[in-house]
C-alpha cells in the first residue's frame, strides 16, 4: 500500500492562500491518479479535487473551481493543492489519496470508495 505524507496546513484569515502538498512513492506516482478530500467536524469525507497520472488540468468539486488548483511534480513525486480566496467554509482536514485504478481520475470519479493509501490528513482553518 503507498505511504502519502501530507504538509503544508495551517492557520489563514478569510482571503488568504495556502498550499498542500502530498508526497507519494514515485511507482504509485507515475501509474495512477491522486486527489484530495476533505472533512469537516461532523462530515462526511468530501471529494474537492483529482488528477490523473498524465497530468492536464484535473476537476474539481464546484465550490472550489477557479479558487483552487492541483498539480503534479513527477520529478518530486508530489502532488499540490493550492488554495486561493480561502472561505470558512473551506475549513476542515484535508487528505490526499491515491486511486484505486488507474482509470479512476481518468474517468473523472469522486467517490471516497474510488480512491485508496489515505494520508494523514493535515488541518486547514480559515478564520472569518
Known amino acids: 500500500q503507498a505511504q502519502l505524507v501530507e504538509s503544508g496546513g495551517g492557520l489563514v484569515q478569510a482571503g488568504g492562500s495556502l498550499r498542500l502538498s502530498c508526497a507519494a512513492d514515485?511507482?504509485?506516482?507515475?501509474?495512477?491518479?491522486m486527489g484530495w478530500f476533505r472533512q469537516a467536524p461532523g462530515k462526511e469525507r468530501t471529494f474537492v479535487a483529482a488528477?490523473?497520472?498524465?497530468?492536464?488540468?484535473?476537476y474539481y468539486e464546484d465550490s472550489v473551481k477557479g479558487r483552487f488548483t492541483i498539480s503534479r511534480d513527477v520529478t518530486k513525486a508530489t502532488v499540490y493543492l493550492q488554495m486561493n480566496s480561502l472561505k470558512a467554509e473551506d475549513t476542515g482536514v484535508y487528505y490526499c489519496?491515491?486511486?484505486?485504478?488507474?482509470?479512476?481520475?481518468?474517468?473523472?470519479?469522486?467517490?471516497?470508495?474510488?480512491?485508496?493509501?489515505w494520508g494523514q490528513g493535515t488541518q486547514v482553518t480559515v478564520s472569518s
Open positions: 489519496a491515491v486511486s484505486r485504478t488507474p482509470w479512476t481520475a481518468v474517468v473523472g470519479s469522486r467517490s471516497p470508495q474510488d480512491f485508496t493509501s
Open positions: 514515485k511507482r504509485t506516482f507515475s501509474s495512477y491518479g
Open positions: 488528477i490523473s497520472s498524465s497530468g492536464g488540468r484535473g
